[in-house]
């Protein structure tokens, strides 16, 4: 679990790329400036602040867009590129570790565009292969340009609207689902790296405790049990029998795992105002505290993972408020989600 102490060594490879990073910590959002984006009166004053900061050069191409989510695409990529530069190529599969969310969402966009014979392009998010470019994989079976273990997943993609009678899709993103966080866990494990796997890990426990609060706040009669998925910490046939317990209850009984402060506080704003942001939230900031355990460790592939991890969720942030003063949203509302 998180409490676990970890033996990282420093690997002279990553010295350069780790220093590297090390002199841009400097470019990281301060709190402060968070702050007075939050307070800003207006889109060109939130604009302006944005600008004082190392996303200076983005400001111009979000007024123009209207939007900061082209922006977060444009260094997710950044960030991909300088991954496949500097990290061993046995490592390179790190990326789909940081990207998890996202490759999971566009491979699922991937089966929806099969199976609904319709363009999702919209929907999808390039961070590291255009739209077309997996479409094609997906009706040739050509993965020369692609990289493990996305073919892998495609090719499951394939095996399940390939399967005979009417097919619920909903039913094969959930089925979809269970394949990817088991390869994901797999993909974990290859790294070699004790660290990273437990994340992956503690990622499947939190994502079955959200599965378990969305089910709960819906009122999902079907329950949850089968949606859960195996590799965390948390066996999913315990999580199970608290499938007929009450919310209170199974707060109550989770609250003293290492995941307390996401359940207490992740319960406490979904039943006050319907919002997961205060989850989210917390379930980012357990992350970043669960890798400043290596901050004394000098160059390693943890340091290179949390960095980007951090720059991540930055962006998810400024994005948030982005959006939030872009509709005069309530600005108690948007602190909630960032604080």
């Known amino acids: 679990m998180a409490g676990m102490i970890y033996e990282i060594k420093d690997d002279s490879f990553y010295l350069f790329a780790c220093a590297e990073l090390k002199a841009r910590e400097s470019g990281f959002v301060a709190d402060i400036e968070l702050e007075r984006m939050l307070s800003a009166v207006d889109m060109e004053d939130f604009l302006k602040i944005l600008g004082e900061t190392a996303y200076t050069s983005e400001t111009a191409g979000i007024k123009e867009k209207g939007s900061f989510e082209e922006a977060m695409v444009s260094s997710y990529q950044r960030i991909i590129n300088y991954l496949e530069s500097r990290l061993r190529p046995e490592h390179k599969k790190l990326i789909h570790i940081l990207f998890f969310e996202e490759f999971l969402h566009d491979l699922k966009v991937i089966l929806k565009s099969s199976m609904l014979k319709d363009d999702f392009e919209g929907l999808y998010i390039p961070i590291k292969y255009e739209y077309g470019i997996l479409m094609e994989a997906y009706n040739t079976g050509k993965y020369e340009d692609i990289t493990e273990p996305v073919p892998e997943l495609i090719e499951y993609l394939k095996e399940l609207a390939g399967l005979p009678g009417e097919k619920d899709l909903r039913k094969l993103e959930l089925d979809f689902e269970a394949f990817y966080v088991e390869k994901m866990l797999d993909t974990a494990e290859s790294l ?148």
């Open 192 to 339: 070699n790296r004790k660290m990273i796997e437990d994340y992956i890990r503690l990622k499947i426990d939190l994502v079955n405790i959200e599965i378990i609060y969305r089910c709960k706040q819906i009122e999902e009669r079907s329950g949850f049990a089968s949606l859960l998925h195996g590799g965390g910490y948390l066996e999913p046939k315990t999580l199970a029998g608290l499938e007929n317990e009450s919310m209170d209850y199974i707060v109550k009984e989770l609250e003293s795992t290492d995941y307390g402060d996401v359940i207490i506080k992740g319960a406490q704003r979904l039943f006050s105002d319907n919002s997961f942001s205060s989850f989210e939230r917390n379930r980012d900031l357990y992350f970043l505290e669960y890798f400043d355990r290596i901050k004394y460790s000098v160059s390693n592939l943890e340091k290179i993972f949390q960095f980007f991890l951090k720059k991540k969720i930055e962006l998810i942030n400024i994005n948030i408020l982005y959006t939030g003063v872009r509709h005069n949203a309530v600005k108690s509302n948007i602190r909630s989600k960032i604080e």
